[in-house]
């Protein structure tokens, strides 16, 4: 029997160990569980490491090795740090993705001669003395253990761990590699691909984060370059390698999916919430060369009738050329004599101006004496203004790691909000070109290459925050790291090509993105790279946008990417899908709460719903729209029939046609040319609105309220978010409504009745303005005809579709009123 040594959190507890040998540690923990854990381990571990010193500092366990202070610091209940500083290294940087305080977590230290068990919360680690050696558990099952920990191989920095054989491994930024992402080895380090289609190693966001379907997660707390080890040898390694910076990792677990993405969106910041307006749709291309051209398309859509929220003007907006301009900043007032008229004629059709911004200052540019004197640009190594030649020309780059260059920038981003921009698009923010000879303010090139947009979305992030804090900045960028999403970005995944290959790969990547934090991943619909004309490719890339967190068809200007250019066939399915979109605006605005409020993504993956499935971990084909819809893109030209499994948290409803899909299901499901499958869940609660041409002219006060009641769904719940969609911290400054539903299948009183009764509450922010709602109530899958419906005990009309099977009303709401509902009807089963 071992004897113990114990201590709790309020204290400050000191062993110093002996030099004794110890035990095997299989014979000391004596488990079988864990013997085939860390068995791997055992073999591998640095035997020249030892503990020499165990200290506990309230919560926090630091453990003093011969080589150097290992420390472990519990965050939460299923989360905790662990840092390694070598003897006689310098105390490392602070995080640049770690925005959470460590809360109050119990825990208890137990420890003899050979061996440490230390338990924070749900989180327990088991350490081996000397050969020192960590393994991590959650409520007792084990996750994975430390093979050589911290070390050094040649000039990399590395920690590597032991890992099972069967658990699939997700995460590592944007690519494109199928969902299960082990057996890579991954470059950290941001780099645009060019029309890239099914396949990209390295993109635009390379996060140093690891998922397991284990359910746990790793992110590695440093932002310099290097790459991740996926078990690329095939022998049960995972190992993150760097080119030096912090040797810290965070380690945290989970019973179900979402928590785990919640711990990790708490961990590095969650989302703000954006501004209604980012989830309607935006004409884009690459470009709108002059004023005239961009008034043209803003009024053929108003024609056309097709709803706009947003026109994007790529680099065309400073320069005539491609080349030479980069860097200006300021509108062509020769191509655009009159911007700041424009974007308020747009505002006042509720279209609003987004620029793309570049972080270069070619020497050639207007700009190039302003930055070079007020010295806001990268220096090379003899501290000059750094120059170098890509694809646009001899460039300099703003070093937005310099105070004085970020007063710099933003001051140019508040003088084009004064003329009217609404929204930024940051391109290039890799940065594009990087040679490793440039310096920084805080570090080389190579250090800080990764956290370059992080760090330009986080300068725009608090511009706004000091400048216009009651305003939700729209910041569209390509390339960031992790936590970039606390900052409000709102990536894209670059510059993919215009073909079927192109489009196969978006699900996974926005997938992928979603469970790390960067929930508006989106794709440029439609393709962006090559002159490929495509119209079937064309439709089915926008009807899988309106199921994407951001609707913005974009592409090189050879083939139209807006709707209102495009052939008459393709106009028709293009405005159909845009239609869509806009009617499911409440519910889609009610995610973007959720991921606010929660880190919940919008787009998930199947295995949400199943963890246990083997055949849904590496599944990308359909995928989950919020809680409540299931969504099967097609991605293959030509395609008639697909082969759809409906997840176990349904029955299913076809959302066009009302066909019902049994709950862990399979079914071949006929494809139409005007709509991709996409499936309700039954005892779901779908807000939709009708007829608006812009989000502007939403009204929480007329809606459609759609309830796909199910025999086998005894109780369901659903809810609605609401405030004014553009103030910032709304929800924070209780200048919000949350409006919440119920629907409850009984037995009535009568023996020969059944009975299913809807509840309507509310909560309302004290500072929200609560008005009257006539809601059209549209209950689905009533199969026979209502003897009668109740209000508050008072019979109201109502109209039943029997072949629709579908029971509507009117549903008058007034302000501060709670409402049951009674649906009353036969029960023909007695």
Not at 87 to 96: D, F, I, L, T, V
Not at 184 to 202: C, F, I, V
Not at 576 to 604: D, V
């Amino acid at each position: 029997m071992m004897n113990f040594a114990l201590s709790n959190q309020s204290t400050n507890h000191r062993i110093v160990t002996s030099g004794r040998q110890p035990r095997s540690v299989y014979a000391v923990w004596g488990s079988a569980l864990l013997a085939a854990a860390i068995a791997p381990a055992v073999c591998a571990q640095n035997t020249q490491r030892s503990v020499q010193d165990v200290v506990q500092k309230e919560s926090v366990l630091e453990l003093r090795l011969n080589d150097g202070v290992v420390q472990f610091r519990p965050y939460a209940a299923n989360l905790i740090e662990t840092s390694f500083l070598p003897q006689g290294a310098a105390a490392p940087q602070s995080s640049h993705a770690v925005v959470m305080k460590p809360l109050q977590v119990p825990v208890r230290l137990r420890q003899d001669k050979e061996q440490i068990e230390f338990r924070a919360g749900d989180m327990l680690l088991k350490i081996s003395k000397s050969p020192y050696q960590v393994s991590y558990f959650y409520k007792d099952r084990p996750l994975l253990s430390e093979q050589q920990g911290f070390h050094q191989a040649g000039a990399a920095q590395v920690v590597d761990f032991n890992i099972s054989q069967n658990e699939v491994l997700y995460g590592a930024g944007a690519r494109a590699l199928g969902m299960n992402r082990r057996g890579h080895r991954l470059p950290l380090y941001n780099k645009a691909h060019y029309g890239y289609e099914e396949r990209s190693e390295q993109m635009n966001f390379s996060m140093p984060l690891v998922y397991s379907s284990k359910l746990y997660g790793i992110h590695f707390d440093n932002a310099s370059t290097g790459f991740l080890d996926l078990d690329s040898h095939k022998n049960n390694r995972l190992a993150f390698e760097a080119n030096g910076g912090r040797q810290t990792y965070q380690i945290f677990a989970a019973d179900q999916w979402e928590n785990l993405v919640a711990t990790y969106t708490t961990l590095t910041g969650k989302q703000p919430l954006p501004a209604r307006w980012i989830l309607g749709n935006f004409a884009s291309r690459f470009g709108y060369h002059t004023e005239q051209e961009a008034r043209t398309i803003v009024q053929q859509y108003k024609t056309e009738a097709i709803p706009l929220d947003a026109i994007i003007f790529d680099l065309f907006w400073f320069g005539k050329e491609v080349k030479g301009t980069m860097g200006n900043l300021a509108f062509d007032r020769d191509s655009f004599p009159q911007p700041e008229k424009m974007m308020a004629d747009f505002a006042k059709q509720g279209v609003k101006t987004i620029l793309i911004t570049e972080p270069f200052i070619l020497t050639t540019s207007k700009r190039w004496k302003e930055a070079t004197e007020q010295r806001v640009l990268a220096t090379d190594t003899q501290g000059k203004a750094a120059t170098y030649d890509f694809y646009f020309g001899h460039t300099g780059l703003i070093d937005v790691f310099d105070p004085v260059a970020k007063d710099w920038f933003w001051n140019i981003y508040a003088g084009l909000k004064k003329q009217g921009v609404s929204g930024w698009w940051g391109d290039l923010g890799e940065p594009e070109v990087h040679p490793s000879h440039v310096q920084h303010k805080t570090g080389s090139a190579d250090q800080v290459h990764n956290i370059y947009g992080h760090e330009w979305a986080k300068l725009i992030a608090q511009g706004y925050q000091k400048h216009y804090p009651n305003e939700r900045p729209f910041i569209l960028m390509r390339a960031g790291y992790s936590g970039s999403q606390h900052y409000g970005m709102i990536p894209w995944s670059g510059d993919v090509n215009r073909t079927w290959g192109g489009l196969r790969s978006q699900p996974e990547i926005a997938l992928q993105m979603g469970m790390q934090g960067m929930a508006y991943m989106h794709s440029d619909l439609g393709g962006f790279a090559g002159a490929n004309l495509d119209d079937e490719l064309y439709a089915r890339w926008l009807q899988y946008g309106v199921f994407q967190p951001v609707f913005r068809p974009h592409a090189q200007e050879e083939v139209a990417s807006e709707p209102v250019l495009r052939s008459a066939q393709a106009k028709a399915l293009a405005k159909a899908a845009i239609e869509l979109r806009y009617q499911l605006l409440p519910y889609n605005y009610t995610l973007s709460f959720l991921n606010h409020q929660r880190g919940l993504p919008l787009m998930r993956p199947l295995f949400f719903a199943e963890p246990a499935n083997p055949a849904l971990l590496a599944d990308a084909s359909s995928y989950f729209w919020g809680n409540d819809f299931l969504v099967h893109p097609v991605l293959q030209s030509g395609q008639q029939q697909a082969e759809i499994y409906f997840p176990k948290n349904g029955p299913w409803l076809d959302f066009h046609t009302g066909q019902r899909y049994a709950a862990g299901s399979r079914a071949a499901v006929s494809l139409q040319a005007d709509r991709i499958p996409v499936f309700v869940r039954a005892g779901a609660w779908i807000p939709q609105a009708q007829g608006l041409q812009n989000t502007t002219q939403f009204d929480v006060s007329k809606l459609d309220l759609h309830y796909y009641y199910d025999e086998e769904q005894t109780l369901s719940e659903g809810m609605l978010y609401d405030d004014d969609g553009l103030t910032a911290n709304a929800y924070e400054s209780r200048a919000y409504a949350i409006m919440r539903f119920r629907g409850q299948k009984q037995q009535a009183l009568q023996s020969r009745q059944k009975q299913l009764t809807l509840s309507f509450d509310h909560e309302y922010g004290k500072q929200y303005v609560a008005k009257d709602r006539n809601w059209r109530l549209v209950v689905h899958q009533i199969k026979q005809r209502p003897q009668s419906v109740k209000l508050n005990q008072q019979d109201i009309p109502f109209t039943w579709d029997a072949q629709k099977q579908e029971l509507s009303l009117d549903l008058a709401w007034k302000a501060r009123q709670q409402l049951r509902m009674q649906v009353l009807w036969a029960d023909t089963e007695k």
